[in-house]
């Protein structure tokens, strides 16, 4: 929500203004846009006092679940598994953009 003020800023300094010369594509722009967030986001947490473990563990990911994941998917046929419905859609569209190039 931060950052919403920095994206009007940056619209208006490249698409109204013209400060930048010849405007930005807008898809640089979005990648402008991710790694700015990506700067701030890491500098506000560094510069925070870390939560406790305890506050933390639910909320990010860790090995054991993965595996307890493993255990549950193994007995599913694979129409259910989102694991390999997921390897499936990446090289679908893998295929389908390699044609289209």
Do not use: C, H, M
């Not at 405007?23 to 990648?31: R, T, V």
């Not at 305890?54 to 259910?80: F, H, N, S």
């Amino acid at each position: 929500v931060a950052l919403i003020p920095l994206g009007i800023l940056l619209f208006a300094l490249n698409e109204v203004l013209n400060v930048f010369g010849e405007p930005i594509q807008f898809l640089y722009a979005a990648g402008i846009s991710l790694v700015v967030s990506v700067v701030f986001l890491v500098v506000i947490s560094l510069l925070g006092e870390a939560p406790p473990r305890e506050k933390t563990d639910d909320l990010t990911w860790q090995p054991y679940i993965w595996r307890e994941e493993t255990e549950e998917l193994r007995g599913k046929p694979l129409w259910k598994n989102y694991r390999f419905l997921s390897i499936v859609l990446l090289i679908s569209t893998a295929i389908i953009v390699y044609i289209f190039r």
